[in-house]
């Protein structure tokens, strides 16, 4: 028989901040790969990648969030260091470095594997998240270390197409079993799986966490891109740069002030961990690759327009967001009326300054992307009832 760990309200650890230091270098290496990019390879290879640091990320930040106080430092700080590896191997990842980004993810995940058993010989069972203990979506990593590119590129999509369906199809009764059919091939006792759950407020605030960081590479983005401009006489710099910011800031307010764990509009209580999870990786993913193109959105002043691949790259990123927004507003109550009006700017102003705004100023195009962006928000503030 199984027991169940209680969780009380925490907040991060020294630990656990020191940890998300490394969040802050893979996010800037990642967004470089959509920066300045016109290959939709690029887009693909990126995404990968993404969710490959994300995955890496994710398995010690449940570590933290279950093991609280009692995590050990030596695997964190060990974890960390094959992160960093990861982040530095993103410049040259069509070339050998893709060897070093795989090894890296490989060890981090055969860490990660290691870390629920304790000094004792017990095992917690992570029944919220099971990708943190089956490692059958490494095996194509491993396998990739023989295989050229572009086929390593597809092998390591099919590993974190396995963690996906595992994360969905394993049960925590399965979870179980196979944990407990692990420890009865071993010599002497055998101790009792612990059953262990995510704290969902303590996990909102890490997932929020990593979510500022990426908000972060935006403002850097941003920042580096004016400082690059050699010319600041001209009106236009200036309102680029605070329509960059104002976007920026509307994003944060939909993901963080008005929602959830990053995901916006969400309610703590309305998703579980195993829909959670998926959804904040896709929310951040698209938000870095957002922060790469705003850079290129300010540095595309001096022509007067924004490049195609960047023009659909915020008004694709700024659609999902959208679209993301209004289902995680349903799920958390807000309702059918409220989705509908978040979610048709959050979709017309994109499609339509994709398809004919190639002649709009830098700063005019990002201004429009902020309504659409922010439509949930005016709607949210119009319904609330005036205090004297």
Known sequence: MTTIEKSEERHASWLEL??????????????????????WGDVGLYVVCFLAFWTAWMCFTVYGNVAKGAARTMPVLLAMAGLAFMAASVEGIHGEHAKVFAIAYIAVRALADRVWESRRGGVRV??????????????PWVV????????????????LALDLVITFAVSGDRLVANITAKLAHRDGPRPRPTLARLDTVHFGERLGLFTIIVLGEGVLNVTDAMAATPEWNHSSVF????????????LWGTSLNQGFGGIPYLAADALGPRLLLPLHCLVAGLLAAFAGALGDAVESVSEGHLETSTRWLLCGSIAAFA?????????AGRGARWAVVTAIPGLVIPLALGLAGQTLAPAVFLWLLVVAAGAGLLRRRSAEPATA
């Open 18 to 39: 020191f940890f998300d230091l490394v969040a802050v270098a893979g996010v800037a290496q990642l967004a470089h790969l959509v920066h300045g990019s016109t290959s």
């Open 126 to 139: 992570i029944v919220d998240w099971p990708v943190a203990q089956l490692g059958f979506g490494v095996v």
């Open 144 to 159: 990739s270390l023989w295989v050229d590119s572009p086929w390593r590129y597809g092998l390591w999509a099919l590993g």
């Open 239 to 250: 309102l680029t740069v605070i329509a960059a910011l104002a976007l920026l800031a509307t």
């Open 323 to 331: 679209i993301i927004g209004s289902l995680a507003g349903l799920a």
